[in-house]
């Protein structure tokens, strides 16, 4: 232990220190500090929502909510939806946990991006989602992106940049400080070289709208590596396609997991004319990738679908719609280096439009799905555990109140879905999976206007604080 005294009688002082020292005083012996890190509640959350990629003008919404209510003594601080350009204008708030916060955002202001800040009881679990529906003569369908907290690393699969379609990477630095940007970009002829994708700056607090076909044009499938050298960003890809001067449709691409050696692409839409499969090798060598099929039924292998030779840094892709049928079905990927993958789907039928599932979080904790008015809603879980489980699925309605619950059974090695009862009176759901269930789920929003997917995430409620020792 260390001794601060003044000039004026240190050497007093001192000498009748050591004096109790010797004299064996029961003074009490000062508190070391805890070695062990300490678990404590999320206080403070940023989310960022990408807003609008281009001059298409969508009807569009953010939703948040910090889903769990306050226990014991807990401050109730609140939740705001902020403008994220100059002067950051306040859009809406909530200032109760489990109520929700939802504002249609104007052209200006989805232009510049949205922040969503919580703190105090709404920080733990807060979850957001922009939704967007195009309904123009030259763009039409419907879009879902999550609003999720900026990072250092992010993977996009399903992107396409070829002939009618329209694809912008958005980066949204919300930070005070110059964030700066690489790209790596994989095809189906492997790596893409492509010029001015590293160094990228995105300005404090602003964000940047970045053409992929100027990095990669007429790609169909392509991986995309984003990595922020200096700081953190949200990033999002928006892709609205044209059949000739027919819109068919518009999506937000969901961000995807690391590559591992083994994945679970998202369970696909149901009822559509076409899905392709994308298998994305990000290693530096060759691998024969095994394909296993998730369907209601359980797990199998298709010997329509054999082992794929996947070269290095490439994508390949192979159509699956008459393996996978008409229902929601997941497909676990395995190699034995580092892969990832997404599933396109494509409605052909009404309001032509198309989905992208990616390789979505296995879900550690109750995660939000926000409601779209004029959409049937669906929920598919999947997992390649073989181990049967028991979720939780809560409605909650705008106001905060129960609007109904359900208990689902998920089957395992398989792809499990549950309907939303029309009855529900619900803005939003969350879901509750058990503790180390493995299980992946996204939501399916499906009406006159097209059809769109947003994975569940389980946000963090706790955060880890490091030891403090003493000096």
């Not at 990629?53 to 003594?73: H, I, K, S």
């Not at 169909?220 to 000739?244: D, F, I, K, M, W």
């Not at 395992?412 to 503790?435: C, F, H, I, K």
Request: hydrophobic share 45%.
């Amino acid at each position: 232990m260390s001794w601060r005294v003044s000039l004026v009688g240190a050497t007093a002082v001192l000498a009748a220190a050591v004096a109790v020292g010797l004299a064996g005083s029961e003074q009490p012996h000062p508190v070391v500090p805890s070695s062990r890190a300490v678990q404590q509640p999320v206080t403070v959350a940023t989310l960022s929502c990408p807003g609008l990629p281009g001059a298409a003008t969508p009807q569009t919404t953010v939703f948040a909510v910090g889903p769990d209510a306050p226990a014991g003594d807990t401050e109730v601080a609140g939740l705001r939806i902020l403008g994220a350009g100059p002067g950051t204008p306040r859009l809406g708030d909530s200032a109760t946990p489990g109520v929700p916060a939802a504002v249609r955002i104007r052209q200006a202001t989805a232009r510049t991006g949205v922040l969503v800040k919580a703190s105090g009881a709404q920080a733990p679990g807060l979850a957001g989602a922009e939704l967007s529906t195009y309904s123009s003569a030259e763009r039409r369908g419907i879009a879902a992106a999550s609003c999720e907290s900026p990072r250092d690393e992010w993977w996009f699969n399903g992107v396409d940049t070829s002939v009618g379609t329209s694809t912008a990477l958005v980066l949204s630095n919300p930070s005070p400080a110059v964030a700066v940007v690489d790209l790596e970009i994989m095809g189906t002829d492997g790596a893409v070289d492509a010029a001015g994708a590293s160094g990228i700056p995105v300005a404090p607090s602003s964000r940047r709208v970045l053409d992929l076909a100027r990095y990669a044009p007429g790609q169909a499938a392509l991986t995309l590596h984003v990595t922020a050298t200096r700081g953190t960003v949200g990033a999002a890809v928006s892709t609205t396609r044209l059949a000739g001067l027919t819109p068919v449709g518009a999506d937000w691409v969901p961000a995807s997991t690391a590559p591992a050696r083994t994945v679970v692409v998202d369970p696909g839409v149901g009822d559509v004319g076409h899905q392709s499969l994308s298998v994305t090798n990000t290693g530096n060598r060759q691998q024969l990738v095994s394909v296993r099929i998730l369907d209601e039924a359980g797990v199998f292998t298709s010997n329509d679908l054999a082992d794929l030779q996947v070269p290095p840094r490439s994508v390949v892709v192979e159509r699956v719609q008459a393996i996978l049928g008409q229902r929601p079905t997941a497909i676990e990927l395995s190699a034995h280096g580092p892969l990832t993958g997404a599933l396109v789907s494509g409605r052909l039928a009404g309001a032509r439009d198309f989905a992208v599932s990616g390789v979505g979080d296995v879900l550690t904790a109750p995660a939000v799905a926000p409601r779209i008015r004029a959409t049937t809603m669906a929920l598919a879980f999947a997992t390649s555990s073989p181990t049967r489980q028991q979720v939780e699925v809560r409605g909650v309605s705008g106001s905060g109140d129960p609007a109904g619950r359900s208990v689902v059974t998920v089957a395992g090695s398989a792809t499990t879905t549950w309907e939303l009862p029309a009855a529900w009176d619900a803005a939003y759901l969350v879901v509750t999976v058990p503790q180390g269930s493995q299980l992946h789920c996204a939501a399916t929003y499906s009406g006159a206007a097209g059809v769109t997917q947003l994975p569940l995430r389980s946000a963090p409620r706790t955060v880890v604080r490091p030891p403090v020792l003493p000096l």
